[in-house]
């Protein structure tokens, strides 16, 4: 099955977080143990060099080693490689994803604020030439920009774009994407992937009746995802099988969850940090350290993971890593 079918058919991606020790320099072994736990959890892909890694990975020397530990340890699985900044460095870390097996690169264009449409296009294109293109609409709260809908209709018709990853935390920008993909025809071509952490459940069950065709998210390519993530290939997998009872209620639940592990509270301040407390309470991570110092749990969140927690206990896949997590750990 050749990367676009499997798109297609929709997958779980994880975006992959960033191992540290005390120190805030790279733990390997645990950073091995969390692409285990992906694979092992039924994830389709995942995801690397995304803002969930942190985007600093590259001022420190890690993109690359980074990079080259979950290519070694998600081999039988699609491996997408994160790439932003200007055009020649996109290029640089393309060519870097390639060499290093990777199949695909999450584009972001943050570093382009006030680029113009046709300057973002010129660089889309050639990004595309490297590898596969999978299109990144990242929310401006967390550094991202708006991409109107001539943007996402004319990005649509390049070549080697295999998928779009939604992330603007916002209806109507997500339906520019979709209706974008379907104007283009290319929508059998074109896999949407959902990265709205905020409504993911209601984003997979929408059939999109847009531009006189119906179109449908695939999958997802979530920081959400990058914890209980058993229960996300779950919750595909029921979607998948038409089985959506009680599926709107959880809807609600999982995005409360998600408020309280992104800190939706504190304009998303301690997203990352909050993604790495639930991961150090299963085993999987030491701490919850990030590159930056300044970056850590807003006042009140960890209460605010405590309490989804005792609320919603079938969302976590504790027991699924409690079982498993000291052989992830091994080597």
């Known amino acids: 099955m050749d990367l676009r079918q499997r798109l297609q058919r929709g997958l ?51 993109l690359e080693p980074v990079l080259s530990l979950a290519s070694e340890e998600a081999s039988s699985i699609v ?5 932003c900044g200007p055009a020649a460095q996109a290029v640089r870390e393309t060519e870097m994803a390639a060499r290093l097996g990777y199949d695909a690169v999450l584009l972001s264009l943050a570093a382009l604020k006030d680029a113009p449409i046709e300057q973002l296009m010129d660089h889309a294109k050639a990004v595309s030439q490297v590898l596969p293109l999978f299109g990144f609409y990242l929310q401006p709260a967390v550094g991202g920009r708006l991409l109107p809908y001539q943007f996402w209709r004319r990005f649509a018709e390049i070549d080697n774009v295999v998928a779009i990853k939604i992330a603007p935390f916002n209806r109507y920008q997500t339906l520019d994407v979709v209706r974008a993909v379907a104007a283009s025809g290319r929508a059998a071509e074109i896999a949407l992937y959902t990265g709205n952490d905020d409504n993911i459940v209601v984003d997979l069950l929408t059939p999109f009746a847009v531009e006189a065709t119906t179109v449908r998210i695939a999958g997802g390519l979530l920081g959400q995802w990058a ?15 038409g089985d959506t009872t009680d599926l709107l209620a959880l809807s609600t639940q999982l995005t409360d969850a998600n408020a309280a592990l992104f800190d939706a509270a504190n304009q998303f301040h301690g997203c990352i940090a909050g993604i790495h407390e639930v991961l150090r309470r299963q085993g999987l ?24 927690l005792a609320s919603y206990p079938h969302l976590a896949d504790d027991d699924f890593v409690r079982e498993r997590k000291d052989a992830w750990l091994k080597g």
Do not use: M
């Open 227 to 241: 914890v209980w993530t058993r229960r996300a290939v779950e919750l595909l997998d029921r979607i998948q099988r």
């Open 79 to 83: 491996r997408v490689a994160g790439a």
């Open 285 to 308: 991570l030491e701490g919850i350290w990030c590159l930056d110092p300044n970056e850590g749990l807003s006042p009140g969140q960890a209460g605010e993971i405590d309490r989804v």
């Open 12 to 62: 779980v991606i994880p975006a992959h977080p960033l191992a540290l020790n005390s120190a805030r320099k790279l733990d390997e072994r645990r950073q091995r143990a969390l692409t285990r736990y992906y694979v092992a959890a039924g994830a389709g892909g995942v995801a690397v060099g995304v803002h969930t890694t942190q985007f600093a990975i590259r001022d420190c020397g890690l």
